[in-house]
């Protein structure tokens, strides 16, 4: 078994949904947590989760900087979910690029792990991606956070240790606030559940997700893409099914159109077929996962309280 460098990791995003599993994972290995954090609320919460505090937000890049240059390591889970899902998401896809080109700089020639949080969503659709894959360019604002994982893969070559974990559109459990949370709040609103066509989502549970930020950031190597999939691809109108049954509403072929109408945002988002697998993830860094599927997670409740 590989020796565990303790480090004192600098974290963004550790007051978030993923992030307040990764921090109590992180201290459990023995590591210390620096944590970001923009209001009193997220400042007093990371205290209590036992992080040290620096006060700030993605804008401050002089922040950033000192805060990665003090550390052994930074993981980058914050991003401008406020700004991305009222209509500016290539702005807050800037935002976060400028965030990433600061703290990676300050890691540059320290051999030091970057671990930045991305997405699935799109990856390779019509077929099961790989950490091989790429999405195709394309002129979509959300392509932004494509090009900045790119660019982290590349800043391996700046003697940093990065490395980039997509996350599938659902990292789910108990509290989740995410996509199945908003999917389930507009279904109800909508008096049935929809799907579009053939469309699947790879899914995993927080709690593993968070263990593989901890095994990323202790051992994955230098330009490595991880995949956190449980769930390779659930067929959307399982999801339907398994949200109509909690809520006790009709399920609904929809068309893209009845979709957006009923969905708005997030029309697009549960069309988007994105199966992706994570063999190679599991075999790099020893990872399985071990909570309960997105199925079992719906049929448990607690989505539905
Ligand atoms: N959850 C998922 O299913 C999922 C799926 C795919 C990818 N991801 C990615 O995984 C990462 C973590 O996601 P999450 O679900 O944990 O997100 P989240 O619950 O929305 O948390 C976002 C975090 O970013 C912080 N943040 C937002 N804007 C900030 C700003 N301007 N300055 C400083 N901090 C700011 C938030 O701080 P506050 O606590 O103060 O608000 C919070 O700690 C993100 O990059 C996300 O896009 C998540």
Known sequence: MEEVVIMRVFVTGASGWIGSAVVPELLAAGHGVVGLARSDASAEALAKAGAEVVRGTLDDLGTLRDAAAASEGVLHLAFKHDV??????????????????????????????????????????????????????????????????????????????????????????????????????????????????????????????????????????????????????????????AVGKGLDLPVAELSQEEADAAYTWLGPIIATDSAASSDLTRALLSWEPTGPGLLDDLASGCYFG
């Open 84 to 241: 991305a899902f009222s209509g500016g998401f290539a702005e807050a896809a800037g935002a976060d690029r400028a965030a990433v080109e600061a703290m990676a700089g300050a890691l540059a020639g320290t051999g030091r792990p970057f671990v930045l949080a991305s997405g699935l969503l799109g990856l390779t659709r019509g077929r099961v991606g790989t950490e091989r894959d790429f999405p195709e360019r394309s002129g979509s604002p959300m392509h932004g956070r494509v090009e900045t994982a790119r660019r982290v893969v590349d800043l391996a070559e700046t003697g940093v240790r990065t490395s980039v974990l997509r996350l599938p559109p659902t990292v789910h459990g108990a509290g989740d606030y995410g996509f199945i949370a908003a999917y389930v709040a507009a279904s109800r609103a909508a008096g049935r559940a929809g799907f579009v066509g053939d469309a699947r989502w790879p899914a995993v549970h927080r709690s593993d997700a968070a263990r593989l930020f901890v095994l990323a950031l202790e051992n994955a190597p230098a330009g490595s893409v991880l995949h956190a999939v449980q769930d390779e691809g659930v067929p959307f109108r399982e999801i339907a099914e």
